[in-house]
C-alpha cells in the first residue's frame, strides 16, 4: 500500500485542517495517509494529543506533503527545525524521487502564503523529491476568493471563520489525490 505522510506543524489548528483534507484525497485513492506534526517551541502545546514525526516515518514514506502556518513568509520554526535535523536522511539520498507537496495557512489575504509555499519547496528538492502542485484544470483554482494556488494548498483566515472555504478544502482534497496517484505511479516494489 501507498503510503504518504501528511507532514505539518500548526498551532492554532487552521494547518491541521489543511492536512486532514489532503489526508482525505489521500484516502481517497486507497493509499495510507499518516498524519504527523512536530513539537512546538512552546511546552503549553506539547501536551496535546498530536502525534509528532519520526525521522524512520519520513525516510518510509512514498510521498511528503508538508505544511506550515506562514511567518513572515516563511515557515513557522518548529518545522524548519526539523527539516534542519535530516542532513543524514539528505547524504543517504533516501527523498531522492519520492513525490512531494506542499500547504500553508495565513491570517490575511496578503500573508506571504506563496512565499511561504516557496520556502517549503525549497529543502524538499535539495532532497530531490519531485514537487507536485495544484493545476488550473481545477475550476476551484480560477475562482477561490481565500487560499488555493498552483504551488499548493492554502487558507485564509477569514473575519468571520476560520473554516476551510469550500473553494479551499476542495484544492487540498485533489493535492492530496494527485500526490498519492503520483505516488502510486512512482513506487518501486
Given at each position: 500500500?501507498?503510503?504518504?505522510?501528511?507532514?505539518?506543524?500548526?498551532?492554532?489548528g487552521r494547518t491541521k485542517k489543511l492536512a486532514q483534507s489532503i489526508a482525505l484525497g489521500v484516502a481517497k485513492t486507497g493509499a495510507?495517509?499518516?498524519?504527523?506534526?512536530?513539537p512546538s517551541l512552546h511546552n503549553d502545546t506539547d501536551k496535546?494529543?498530536?502525534?509528532f514525526v519520526s525521522k524512520d516515518e519520513?525516510?518510509?514514506?512514498?510521498?511528503?506533503?508538508?505544511?506550515s502556518p506562514t511567518r513572515f513568509g516563511q515557515m513557522a520554526t518548529p518545522l524548519k527545525q526539523?527539516?534542519?535535523?535530516?542532513?543524514?536522511?539528505?547524504l543517504n539520498g533516501e527523498?531522492?524521487?519520492?513525490?512531494?507537496?506542499?500547504?500553508?495557512?495565513?491570517?490575511?489575504?496578503?500573508?506571504?502564503?506563496?512565499?511561504?509555499?516557496?520556502?517549503?519547496?525549497?529543502?524538499?528538492?535539495?532532497?530531490?523529491?519531485?514537487?507536485?502542485?495544484?493545476?488550473?484544470s481545477l475550476p476551484e483554482l480560477h475562482k477561490t476568493?481565500?487560499?488555493?494556488?498552483?504551488?499548493?494548498?492554502?487558507h485564509v483566515e477569514s473575519s468571520d471563520s476560520s473554516l476551510?472555504?469550500?473553494?479551499?478544502?476542495?484544492l487540498a482534497i485533489s493535492l492530496g489525490e494527485r500526490l498519492a496517484i503520483t505516488a502510486a505511479k512512482l513506487k518501486k516494489d
Open positions: 500500500m501507498t503510503k504518504v505522510l501528511v507532514l505539518y506543524y500548526s498551532r492554532s495510507e495517509a499518516v498524519l504527523r506534526s512536530v496535546t494529543s498530536e502525534q519520513l525516510v518510509n514514506c512514498d510521498a511528503l506533503a508538508l505544511g526539523f527539516i534542519e535535523t535530516t542532513s543524514d536522511t539528505w527523498l531522492i524521487d519520492k513525490p512531494a507537496c506542499v500547504f500553508t495557512s495565513t491570517g490575511s489575504m496578503h500573508g506571504g502564503q506563496e512565499t511561504t509555499l516557496l520556502s517549503l519547496a525549497l529543502p524538499l528538492l535539495h532532497h530531490g523529491m519531485m514537487l507536485v502542485g495544484i493545476p488550473y476568493r481565500s487560499g488555493g494556488s498552483p504551488y499548493g494548498a492554502s476551510l472555504s469550500n473553494d479551499e478544502k476542495t
